[in-house]
């Protein structure tokens, strides 16, 4: 799924589209860069894992938590009878209603597409 994100990525920048990423971007990448291999992570060290995070904060616009994302996020939460892990996805939208933002690209479609506020796209759908 690498290329085929990294292929979206640079189509949508070519089109002056604003990409935008939110703290909770960045943590989760987190997580799967230091997780092991084993584990279904990248096993990268911290310094390469530090490394790949400036660059993404190169690449995107980075979205600031604000007050209003706890406001959304228990909105929705309520409204869609969140529970258990999808509460973190709730998060990410609450954000991106929260700054404006209508458009998310992820593979992980399905868990999405609940949400009326958002578009979601799938990055192999970018040509």
């Keep these: ?3 085929d994100a990294a292929q979206s990525v640079s189509i949508l920048r070519s089109r002056r589209d604003e990409l ?6 960045l943590i989760e990448f987190w997580a799967v860069c230091t997780r092991p291999v084993a584990n ?3 096993g990268l060290t911290i310094v390469q894992a ?3 995070v400036t ?3 190169e690449v995107f616009a980075f979205l600031p938590d604000i007050p209003e994302i ?6 929705i939460v309520t409204r869609y009878q969140v529970i258990g892990k999808q509460a973190h996805d709730a998060h990410l939208v609450a954000a991106m209603i929260a700054h404006g933002v209508t458009h998310l690209l992820t593979f992980n479609e399905a868990d999405f597409k609940r949400y009326s506020e958002i578009t979601v796209v799938n ?3 970018i040509s």
């Design 1 to 3: 799924m690498h290329e």
């Design 20 to 25: 935008q990423i939110t703290t909770q971007n």
């Design 50 to 52: 530090e490394a790949e």
């Design 55 to 57: 660059s993404l904060r």
């Design 123 to 125: 990055p192999q759908n």
């Design 70 to 75: 706890l406001t959304e996020w228990e909105s």
């Design 40 to 42: 279904n992570g990248l």
